[in-house]
């Protein structure tokens, strides 16, 4: 099943119903940078801090004043991708990221990792990509995301994918832009991505006076 893609209140209701604990801070930064940067979840987690640091990783991240560039090595070559700040604090993916990054205490190796058991502080191993999947599925559940489906559906609806479909859906960029960020080959599959994006745009229902 093709996953549903997940627009920016979609997100921003699952971020905000996250602990401010450092699991919360972690998964936050995970959703909104997945969301903005329209990485795959293998890439989300594959994000390492520093540039010598990818020799098991898919890339690193560079922090500078207006925002993030994205360092990602793909099968043949390396893309850089940037992502800016949010409108406000909760939608900000940059913020996010910063924040868990210092509350992490986040200087080395991985990215995202894991937390201890007592919660109180990040380890060094990474996170497995399924992670960002569950994340997603759980989040969304507890949001209320789709709620007149089951929860069942709505696990099967949702997945790391949805983060990524649902920037794709809503950017309001030219087809090119979204492509190079995407990292498609082929402008075809970035319009596959946007199949929903202009659907019902123009209501001739209400404009004939229903």
């Given at each position: 099943m093709r996953k549903e893609a997940l627009l920016a209140d979609d997100?921003?209701?699952m971020t905000a119903c996250r602990d401010n604990d450092l699991r919360g801070l972690r998964d936050r930064a995970i959703l909104l940078l997945g969301f903005a940067s329209g990485l795959r979840r293998s890439e989300i987690v594959g994000l390492h801090h520093e540039a010598d640091e990818t020799a098991d990783g898919?890339?690193?991240v560079e922090v500078l004043e207006g925002g993030l560039v994205l360092h990602i090595?793909?099968?043949?070559d390396w893309r850089e991708v940037e992502v800016g700040p949010g409108s406000t604090p909760?939608?900000?993916p940059v913020a996010a990221l910063k924040n868990w990054m210092e509350l992490g205490r986040i200087t080395h190796g991985p990215l995202f990792c894991r937390i201890a058991r007592d919660g109180k502080r990040a380890l060094t191993d990474h996170l497995s990509d399924k992670h960002v999947a569950c994340r997603v599925q759980t989040t969304a559940v507890a949001a209320g995301i789709r709620d007149g489906l089951s929860e069942g559906e709505r696990r099967h609806r949702f997945a790391g994918h949805?983060?990524?479909a649902g920037l794709a859906t809503a950017a309001e960029a030219k087809e090119r832009f979204v492509q190079r960020h995407l990292g498609h080959?082929?402008?075809e599959m970035t319009r596959r991505y946007?199949?929903?994006r202009d659907s019902f745009r123009v209501n001739l229902t209400q404009a004939a006076g229903l």
């Open positions: 997100l921003l209701r898919r890339g690193w090595r793909g099968k043949t909760p939608s900000c949805s983060l990524r080959a082929s402008a946007q199949r929903h």
